[in-house]
């Protein structure tokens, strides 16, 4: 049962309510993907450089030098998984298209009903979110990049979908820092349906003789997406024959909470091959929960393609315990 509500309430919202929490649908929409990017606190909108950037800036995608695949998993809490797939392919110098796939899984749960805590039946409880991403190079330092996706939601046999945009830019400035902006999860709003909303109404059970067969349907409200405001702000610091150190800020403003600052460091070594990440999420926001991000990642050229990638995040909550999420990262 206390798994049940958890669930429900991650779906939902964030664990503690302010005065907007509560009020989106497609709450896993929330959840940043790619170990670097959330290494880094989840400053990663004026960064977004490698196939995660279809979620947290569609721009970046065309600043890929290559063919790019990338796999990530993360445990997320009360047994629940997290899982992103992208592809970015360079269609040519100024114009790069992306494919990604997001879910959110669960296993089987116990249905229990008032006065029946084991019935020992079992229902499932998932979501997900298939993305197209296209991104264009406008000018030589300026890049614009869409993402349109469809969402699912299912719990037991209800479900939700909707379509969403994504829509981002990324500039170079000619003082060496680099801007971003991306507004995600524009859309029209969710409803829940499902034959489990159906159920058998007798209208005048004192009067014999009427239809006792009348189905009525529970009526559900329609929310929002979780749309949401990023503007960044990053730039290389030279170490010289040490390597480099890149440092993000990135503010935002989500339409279901209060608003918020990300803000990351990444310490690149021995000539690009291993990287030393840390960051702080959510800073400022009333009731704050997500806390402080390390990370790591190695880099290994292979023959015949250019590079593996192998990305690791840490991820402190303030109640909720730790995350741990792991991405593998090709490019050909």
């Known amino acids: 049962m206390k798994k049940i509500f ?5 779906l939902s919202t964030l664990l503690f309510p302010v005065d907007k929490t509560g009020t989106t649908a497609a709450k896993f929409l929330s959840i940043g993907p790619g170990s670097r990017a959330v290494s880094m606190g989840g400053a990663f ?3 977004a450089d490698d196939p995660s950037a279809m979620y947290w800036n569609p721009a970046g995608i065309v600043t890929l030098n290559n063919n790019t695949l990338i796999a990530n998993h993360t445990d997320w809490i009360a047994g629940i998984s997290y899982d992103f797939v992208g592809i970015v392919v360079n269609l ?3 114009n790069s298209m992306g494919f990604s796939l997001t879910t959110l899984t669960m296993g089987e749960m116990e249905i229990t009903r008032y006065g029946n805590e084991s019935t020992g039946e079992t229902f499932k409880a998932a979501s997900w979110a298939f993305g197209v991403s296209y991104a264009t190079q406008l000018t030589d330092r300026f890049s614009i990049g869409f993402n349109g996706k469809f969402i699912k939601e299912i719990i037991a046999n ?7 945009l ?9 003082f060496g820092f680099r801007l971003g902006a991306n507004i995600s999860n524009f859309g029209p709003k969710m409803k829940m349906t499902g034959v489990d909303l159906l159920y058998p109404i007798d209208i005048d059970p004192t009067h014999q003789g009427d239809n006792e067969s009348i189905v009525g349907e529970i009526s559900t409200d329609k929310f929002d997406l979780p749309l949401i405001l990023r503007v960044g702000i990053s730039d290389d610091i030279s ?8 440092w993000s800020v990135d503010a935002n403003h989500p339409n279901d909470n209060t608003e918020y600052v990300n803000a ?8 690009e091959m291993l990287f030393i990440r840390a960051g702080s999420k959510a800073m400022f926001m009333a009731d704050r929960e997500e806390d402080y991000t390390l990370g790591a990642g190695v880099k290994y050229p292979i023959s015949g393609l250019s590079n593996l990638t192998i990305d690791y995040a840490f991820e402190l909550m303030n109640h909720l315990g730790e995350i741990h999420k792991f991405t593998l990262g090709l490019s050909f």
């Not at 170490?239 to 890149?246: A, C, D, K, R, Y």
């Open 158 to 164: 209800n479900n939700a979908s909707g379509l969403a």
């Open 166 to 174: 994504d829509v981002g830019t990324l500039f170079e400035t000619p």
């Open 92 to 94: 040519n110098t100024s």
């Open 6 to 10: 958890l669930t429900i309430m991650i």
């Open 239 to 246: 170490l010289g024959s040490l390597g480099s150190l890149t």
């Open 264 to 271: 990351g460091v990444e310490l690149s070594l021995l000539n």
């Open 45 to 47: 909108t004026s960064i």
